[in-house]
Nanobody, 122 residues
């Protein structure tokens, strides 16, 4: 399984970005997919996850109302639409495929993309 994240960049506070993660493999729709982020000097943290069917979504409180996670199982992609961005959203964003366990911890994910940098200027 390979995950390729894209869409990061520099944006002003209040702006929007859309991240996309393309996955290889034929079992994409069976797995929960998630986005994590890691700010400089901090641990990687959960941002959002979406069930295999796309019917259930999980978001960390700090992004609720601003970020939306979606997936297209026909295209093997999972997207993170980010709006009303804040400087504290600055981080490298990673997509990941869930293996087992809690959706909120990194140890539950077995495959990771390479990360895409999001920088929000004030």
């Amino acid at each position: 399984v390979q995950l390729q994240a894209s869409g990061g960049g520099l944006v002003q506070a209040g702006g929007s970005l859309r991240l996309s993660c393309a996955a290889s493999g034929r079992t994409f729709s069976r797995n929960v997919m998630a986005w994590f982020r890691q700010a400089p000097g901090k641990e990687r943290e959960f941002v959002a996850a979406i069930s295999g069917s796309g019917g259930t979504k999980y978001l960390v409180d700090s992004v609720k109302g601003r970020f939306t996670i979606s997936r297209d199982n026909a295209k093997n992609t999972v997207d993170l639409q980010m709006s009303s961005l804040k400087p504290e959203d600055t981080a490298v964003y990673y997509c990941a495929r869930h293996n087992s366990g809690s959706y909120y911890v990194t140890d539950s994910y077995g495959f990771w993309g390479q990360g895409t940098l999001v920088t929000v200027s004030s």
